[in-house]
């Protein structure tokens, strides 16, 4: 039997280093008032909602750097943090290049040594992931002076991994050596320590190494995977140097409902049957045999329990088992050869782009049990490429946009229509309000005009008194007649007009009494007066204001957009026309590269369906050969 | 407030522990296509993936140019008025429902999903309702429907008042588990 699957090359494909998901740093000031609109974008991030998050963080900044006073924005608070969350944001809708463009903007710009080196520091990151390892050393050598506390084991993490991408484990041993203790890195930087050790040709510390980093007490799910793949990587060395007991104590470590469960059990069984221990391999073996079937690990126990129990001359229990694993694998490429005819079918596409397929993020897992839908049945063992997952990711992110690109094309359609509607309404409407308006408009000008030549000669008065102008209407008539009889009476010296002009003159002096011993309350009732003038006329202008918004707003509400939205349609509809040509595009390709993949594995499991098929027959045999022998004794 | 991308993490980890599950799958050894054809559609697949990345970058551009049109023509700010809502900082309640009512009229009614929910949790804030009301007085009436940390049910019904001005309106909705210290529902004004 091959031990393909735990020679070397496997080995080999295990010494990869972990990565270690990015950390959230501290918050920011707590006693800063919130940014609604960051908070609103972080509330889609959270969810997944990338798109969305960017697209509101992005007018969210683009409008606080239009202000004239940025710093009375909410949004000065977090703006460090904003720019970084609209990087992260979009590494996480994978647009590296965007990514890359904003960071290296805050990088260059006129910032805080601190912020500086974090740009500097998610800019290299960014660049490794790419594969892009020079550039990532650069942005790395750009950091001096103050690093923040939240990124300082962060960026040493990633000088470690950017030497073991450049082949220098040993200075990556020293940098790990430095970090290892504590912290949110202690379970992976003790596995890549041990791997960098490994690489530096020093087996026995690594050995030495991954026994530490396989028993960390670790409680984060993503630790716990990195600590079973300590174990794995650990079991997998001590086998290659034959020691098969240490080997199968780290391979006993390894959870058996992690990740690496069924590539460690396979392996433990190995260990037991290298070691002749075919009775102790049947455990391991046995477990796996009855796992998910779709498992490459799990195809390869069908054949290695009845290999064991051949070992053990138990070779009718192997031929059954032999049988057993003729029908799986038999059934396994039925499925294959199902999923195959079902992805050129397009089901395949059709499955992932379903909605309800995608509610939370165990969709692939259960993608994979989706009833009659052979399919998806090997989407795990696709989705082990990190190309294909970035391939599957961005054609649900392209079937996202063309679902919101369609979606805009009808909201621009029914705009067309709210401002036809509004057109027709108005249209008609503003001619007579215009013209009412004019009329009112001229009227309340006259009044205003009233109202300020009337406070400007209050203002007079207390420096240059007025009575007479304080004279209420019955004083204004009664001082016009007294003048009037005074003209009447003229210079006439007879003896009754001497009478009446005397009475005039008492009754002009009662007027003028009264203007004056009454003038400082008059002029108080005037200002008090003029006061509640202002206040009506205040409220006036409040109207009047109100009126001209709402009449501009009529206007706004259909005037000025055969434009921009004439250019949106176009946009829209040149975009969509794109967004059409990648899915098919980028449909053909995962459709290619899942079939090349699957037609592999169905060579693969029609190969170990021969090797069952004589192993079957074989095992026969010696069963009957086994009781003749037994029989004639 | 969060200081960065808070699901770049389990992202990260799901792709994580997805291509470590299978460590040698088979990508590993005899269930390799020819060798030159992985290369090729490697290399397919980062043109398209630059290809994808400019068109994201577009549809962005679009979506923000929308979003002024749409604020433009159907939320003018002289009327315009958004209801955010959040949970208080620490806060263990399940919110289930909310229902707003602005001057009697129904303006939302949401029930969450627990993505939403822990969205919220985490310090995010929903834009839960946006629409239009005159300058002047109004009144919301605010009913909120949840579990608390002990499981009992409960509802509350708050109304409160606010002033619309000039420029646009931005009310804030605080909830908090009743029991837990937080006010049920408080009106923060931004």
């Keep these: 039997m091959r031990r393909a699957s735990f020679g070397l090359v496997g080995l080999g494909l295990l010494l990869g280093l972990a990565v270690r998901p990015s950390v959230g740093a501290p918050p920011a000031a707590s006693a800063a008032p919130k940014d609604l609109y960051f908070a609103e974008a972080l509330y889609h991030a959270y969810q997944g909602q990338y798109f969305d998050a960017l697209q509101r963080l992005d007018t969210e900044i683009a409008q606080y750097r239009g202000l004239d006073e940025p710093r009375l924005d909410t949004l000065h608070y977090y703006i460090n943090d904003a720019e970084f969350s609209v990087g992260d944001f979009e590494l996480d809708y994978r647009m590296h290049h965007r990514a890359g463009r904003a960071i290296k903007a805050v990088l260059e710009g006129a910032v805080d040594p601190a912020v500086r080196n974090e740009a500097a520091y998610r800019l290299a990151r960014i660049h490794f992931q790419k594969g892009q390892f020079d550039d990532a050393e650069n942005a790395l050598g750009r950091i001096e002076g103050t690093i923040p506390y939240a990124v300082r084991d962060d960026i040493e993490y990633l000088r470690a991994n950017l030497d073991m991408a450049q082949g220098r484990p040993g200075d990556a041993v020293k940098v790990l050596k430095d970090l290892k203790a504590g912290g949110d890195l202690t379970g992976f930087a003790a596995y890549n320590l041990g791997i960098a050790l490994l690489q530096d040709g020093r087996q026995k510390d690594a050995i030495e190494q991954l026994e530490r980093a396989g028993q960390l007490t670790l409680g984060d799910p993503a630790d716990l995977a990195v600590r079973d793949k300590a174990n794995l990587v650990l079991g997998s060395i001590l086998f290659e140097a034959a020691e098969f007991d240490r080997a199968k104590q780290a391979l006993d470590r390894v959870r058996l409902e992690g990740p690496f469960s069924n590539q460690a059990l396979l392996r433990a069984g190995w260990a037991e049957a290298t070691s002749k221990n075919f009775d102790r391999a049947l455990v391991p073996w046995s477990i796996l045999a009855d796992r998910e079937p779709t498992d490459g690990a799990v195809q390869e126990a069908l054949l290695a329990l009845p290999h064991a129990y051949a070992s053990l001359n138990l070779h009718g229990r192997a031929a059954i088992l032999y049988g057993h694993a003729l029908e799986q694998f038999s059934h396994q490429v039925e499925t294959v050869d199902a999923s195959i005819g079902s992805i050129r079918e397009g089901r395949f596409l059709k499955a992932l782009v379903r909605e309800e397929s995608r509610q939370d993020d165990t969709w692939v897992i259960r993608l994979r049990t989706l009833p009659g839908a052979p399919e998806t049945y090997y989407l795990m063992e696709l989705m082990a490429s990190h190309d294909f997952q970035t391939a599957l990711h961005n054609y649900l992110d392209l079937e996202d946009l063309k679902e919101r690109l369609a979606g805009w094309n009808t909201s621009l359609d029914a705009f067309d229509d709210i401002i036809r509607l509004r057109g027709d309404n108005y249209t008609p409407l503003l001619p007579e309000v215009d013209a009412r308006f004019r009329e009112l408009d001229s009227r309340m000008r006259l009044r205003l005009e009233q109202q300020k030549s009337l406070g400007e000669r209050l203002h007079a008065m207390l420096t240059a008194p007025r009575p007479e102008l304080l004279a209420n209407a019955e004083e204004r008539i009664a001082g016009d007649r007294l003048a009037q009889i005074e003209k009447q009476l003229g210079g006439s010296t007879r003896p009754d007009s001497l009478a009446l002009r005397e009475r005039v003159a008492r009754l002009r002096g009662v007027l003028t009494w009264r203007l004056e011993t009454e003038y400082d309350q008059r002029l108080t009732d005037a200002y008090a007066h003029l006061k509640e003038l202002n206040a009506d006329v205040a409220a006036l202008n409040r109207q009047y204001e109100a009126f001209v918004r709402t009449r501009q707003a009529a206007t706004h509400s259909y005037v000025g957009y055969d434009t921009p939205i004439g250019h949106l349609r176009t946009d829209v509809r040149e975009s969509l026309q794109r967004v059409e040509s990648l899915i098919a595009q980028q449909g053909h390709l995962i459709e290619t590269v899942a079939i090349d993949q699957l037609v592999a594995r169905r060579d693969r499991l029609a190969a170990q369906q021969t090797q069952a098929r004589y192993a079957v027959a074989d095992s026969y045999d010696r069963a009957a050969r086994a009781q003749a022998d037994a029989e004639k004794h | ?190």
């Design chain 2, 1 to 190: 407030m969060a200081r960065r991308s808070p699901d770049t993490a389990r992202a990260f980890m799901a792709a994580l522990l997805l291509s470590l599950a299978v460590p040698n799958g088979w990508a590993g050894s005899s269930d390799k296509p020819p060798a030159d054809k992985p290369q090729n559609d490697k290399q397919q697949m980062r043109g398209l993936d630059e290809q994808i990345q400019e068109v994201k970058s577009d549809v962005l551009r679009i979506a923000a140019e929308l979003n002024q049109l749409e604020e433009k023509l159907l939320y003018p700010s002289g009327t315009q008025v958004a209801v955010f809502v959040a949970l208080a900082k620490g806060d263990t309640m399940r919110l289930d429902a909310v229902r707003l009512l602005i001057d009697g009229q129904p303006a939302a009614q949401y029930v969450y999903s627990a993505k939403e929910l822990e969205a919220l949790r985490k310090g995010g804030v929903q834009r839960i309702y946006v629409g239009n009301v005159a300058t002047g007085d109004h009144q919301i009436e605010v009913t909120v429907e949840g579990k608390r940390e002990s499981g009992a049910d409960f509802s509350r019904t708050e109304h409160f008042a606010f002033r619309k001005d000039v420029k646009p309106k931005m009310v804030g909705l605080t909830f908090g588990g009743q029991g837990s210290g937080n006010p049920p529902i408080a009106l923060g004004d931004w």
